[in-house]
């Protein structure tokens, strides 16, 4: 079975920070695509950033980056320079063949 | 822009009745996704449909069904709605299936089943 784990429920991080969120994963597939989605307070969700898994190089979208370890099936999302404007839940998502799977979230505080 | 319009923000609906969740895309994309968003559980894949008419089986399809007769709607049907079935129901689409295209989300449906 693929599953998507994000152990941290709840993160808070000082407006101007840096934050890691951690995602990790299980997936019998070789060619999959991973994601991270950001849904802001009564907002709709939207993508922050994507990784391919046959691409070794991290993906990076302005402040945010990924580390992306494929042997260890790990996905983080660093957010650097933090803006009270990135306080969200934050999803990470795998989608391989007829698979879509979501983790169950993290809630991120930026603290001004 | 793409945008995803779901019919109603809000839908309040007594056991036992066929509720109709609606789900427009505007960009002519090929997949479109019913989720269900439920505190510490995440987004649960209910159905999606990668081509018209065509669908498949999420991991959570029981007490659901889907309809696609045209390529830009999506609809989602309770044939007869449970308590259990109280939840944010988001639908997404996105441009090709089992690819590198991100999914474009609708603003959800909350639904509360009394």
């Known amino acids: 079975a693929q599953t998507v784990t994000q152990s941290q429920p709840e993160m808070s991080v000082q407006e101007a920070e840096t934050v890691t969120l951690s995602c990790t994963y299980d997936t019998s597939e070789s060619d999959y695509y991973l994601f991270w989605y950001k849904q802001p307070p009564s907002r709709q969700m939207i993508l922050v950033i994507r990784?391919?898994?046959?691409?070794?190089q991290n993906a990076t979208e302005n402040r945010f980056s990924v580390n992306f370890q494929k042997a260890a099936k790990s996905f983080s999302l660093k957010i650097s320079d933090s803006q009270l404007g990135d306080a969200a839940m934050y999803f990470c998502?795998?989608?391989?063949?007829?698979?879509?799977?979501f983790g169950t979230g993290t809630r991120l505080k930026v603290l001004a | 822009d793409v945008k995803v319009t779901q019919s109603s923000r809000y839908l309040v609906k007594r056991t036992g009745e066929k509720v109709f969740l609606e789900c427009v895309q505007d960009?002519?994309?090929?997949?479109m996704f019913w989720y269900r968003q439920d505190p510490g559980l995440g987004l649960r894949l209910i159905y999606f449909?990668?081509?018209?008419?065509?669908?498949e089986k999420g991991d959570i399809p029981e007490g659901y069904s889907v309809s696609r007769e045209k390529k830009e709607r999506f609809s989602l049907i309770l044939e007869s709605a449970s308590t259990n079935q109280t939840s944010m129901y988001l639908c997404?689409?996105?441009?090709?299936?089992?690819?590198?295209?991100?999914?474009?989300f609708g603003p959800g449906t909350r639904l509360t089943v009394l």
């Open positions: 997404a689409s996105s441009l090709a299936p089992w690819s590198y295209n991100e999914q474009f």
């Open positions: 449909s990668y081509d018209v008419k065509m669908k």
């Open positions: 990784q391919e898994a046959y691409k070794q």
């Open positions: 960009m002519d994309h090929e997949n």
């Open positions: 998502a795998l989608e391989g063949t007829y698979k879509y799977i």
